[in-house]
């Protein structure tokens, strides 16, 4: 392609977000017409024509766009989708059709919010086929086929390489290595190596497809696999062809460096075989296990022990559930955040806790607040989910109205826990004030939970 091409493509790119940033309809249309593929392109500054129009409050350019088959959960680089654009900016008339589902299910559940927010290690790019863990002929195939894709994990760390040499903590700076049947194939015989199966790639949406592009996804998508191996992490480096490929050494913060797409593949993985490298005996008679199912199951060894009478759930992957908590003072202007010792300097979160057994939600949403904080809390609502692979946590986020506002923390869990008035929240997570304190980074559920309580009030 020549330069000349190149501008003359970027400057109807730069028409068309103009024209649905000024809500032009007719021509937003017409090089739609011309160009289809405009449709989700981003500009400089990452926002696609749909975000333009939710910002300026077009509802009629939106309807088209969303008409026309755009992507409503694009986001832009500080991870809004259009819905969250239109939402801050108080356009209700768009949010309340970018929010709504297409297959009328806002009749059938009146009332809630049927947009589906999305965070950080939540995405599914694979397709997980449970049904297919239990054909040993197949999943056997697909670990030799030529087309499959494996990861490979290192101490429950994988492979990846770095975009940016100058130590830059961006999201995307950081991509998985994926190899191939053949370079990993000495791997799978290891009697210490543990490969679990992830998925199908899943197919992109077949209405644009051109014939030739048809014939293409009658043959199956790529199959994934994750290798996790403790042989020595140097030689597993010299595998890859890549430059500046390693295993990082702090999951917390380093596995947020990689793509929504890549972040959710590795919740899956890391989460599977951090439980195989735990749970390696059984806990039921401590006897010897095999692993099942494409490492979906591990069964124990002993013909006698109960854990093989019936359905025992020490046989299956665990999920540790994690309520985490925006608490909302009385009043409404003002929340509640907290900082553990272990925190860098200045950065406030939301509440967690670990439920406990026999406990629902909101109980443990009161008992976590009231043993960490001494606030009490009265009514808890649910608002988003988020898999946390350090090792398995699901963080279940949930905004909460205190009856009580004096704070008396629990000094073993917590430094101090503070009300923030609206305004210092707003400063911290729009302008980046690090005056006044730090939020969490945008990958966190914690920071979704303050975007969503300011995103949600705001008539700005
Ligand atoms: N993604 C986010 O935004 C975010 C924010 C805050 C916390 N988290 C995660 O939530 C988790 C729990 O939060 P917390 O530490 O405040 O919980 P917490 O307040 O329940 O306190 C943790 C303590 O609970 C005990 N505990 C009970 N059940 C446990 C279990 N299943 N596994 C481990 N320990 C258990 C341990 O003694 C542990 O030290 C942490 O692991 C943290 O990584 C994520
Ligand atoms: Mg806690
Ligand atoms: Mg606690
Ligand atoms: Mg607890
Ligand atoms: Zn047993």
């Not at 195939?141 to 760390?157: C, G, R």
């Not at 130590?167 to 950081?174: K, P």
């Not at 210490?192 to 197919?203: N, Y």
């Not at 050494?249 to 590795?266: F, H, Q, W």
Request: with cysteine; glycine share 6%; aromatic share 6%.
């Amino acid at each position: 392609m020549t330069s000349l091409q190149l501008s003359a493509k970027e400057e109807m790119l730069e028409k068309f977000l103009d024209a649905a940033a000024r809500g032009d309809l007719s021509q937003v249309s017409t090089l739609l017409s011309n160009a289809p593929s405009l449709i989700n392109q981003t500009g400089h500054s990452g926002w696609t024509a749909l975000m333009l129009a939710a910002r300026n409050g077009h509802h009629h350019v939106a309807e088209k766009l969303l008409l026309l088959g755009c992507d409503k959960f694009s986001v832009n680089s500080s991870s809004q989708t259009a819905y969250d654009i239109a939402t801050f900016w108080g356009h209700r008339h768009i949010a309340g059709l970018l929010g709504r589902a297409a297959d009328g299910c806002g009749r059938i559940l009146p009332g809630a919010d049927l947009h589906p927010h999305e965070n950080y290690f939540s995405r599914e790019t694979l397709d997980r086929q449970s049904g297919r863990r239990t054909d040993k002929v197949w999943l056997e195939a697909k670990q030799s086929d030529s087309e499959t894709v494996y990861l490979l994990f290192s101490n429950l760390s994988p492979m990846v390489r770095t975009q940016q040499q100058d130590g830059s903590e961006a999201q995307g700076d950081m991509k998985l290595c994926l190899f191939r049947f053949e370079e990993v194939k000495d791997l799978l015989l290891k009697p210490s190596s543990v490969t679990i199966f992830l998925g199908i790639e899943k197919t992109k949406s077949p209405s644009s497809s051109s014939s030739s592009e048809k014939a293409e996804s009658l043959s199956e998508p790529p199959v994934w696999f994750a290798i996790n191996t403790d042989e020595d992490a140097a030689a597993l480096l010299e595998r890859c062809r890549e430059k500046n490929c390693s295993f990082p050494r702090s999951p917390n913060r380093d596995l947020l460096k990689l793509s929504e797409e890549e972040a959710g593949v590795v919740a899956q993985a890391r989460s599977v075989l951090a439980w195989h490298s735990r749970y390696s005996f059984c806990p039921t008679c401590g006897g010897a296990t095999k692993m099942e199912e494409g490492g979906y199951k591990r069964s124990c060894l002993n013909s006698e022990c109960r854990s093989l009478q019936g359905v025992h759930n020490t046989c299956y992957p665990r999920v540790d559930p994690v309520v985490i908590m925006l608490v909302i003072h009385p009043d409404g202007n003002q929340c509640l955040l907290g900082r553990k010792k272990v925190f860098p300097v200045g950065m406030f979160s939301c509440l967690a806790g670990f439920v406990e057994p026999g406990e629902t939600l909101e109980e443990a949403v009161r008992r976590e607040t009231e043993e960490e904080s001494g606030v009490t809390v009265g009514p808890v609502q649910y608002v988003s989910c988020q898999p946390w692979p350090m090792p398995s946590n699901l963080m279940i986020g949930c905004l909460a109205v205190a009856v009580s506002t004096d704070i008396k923390v629990d000094e073993k869990e917590i430094e101090e826990a503070r009300w923030f008035p609206r305004q210092q929240v707003i400063d911290s997570l729009f302008r980046g004030d690090r005056s006044v304190f730090v939020i969490p980074p945008r990958q966190t559920i914690a920071h979704q939970l303050v975007r969503h309580w300011i995103c949600m009030n705001s008539n700005l």
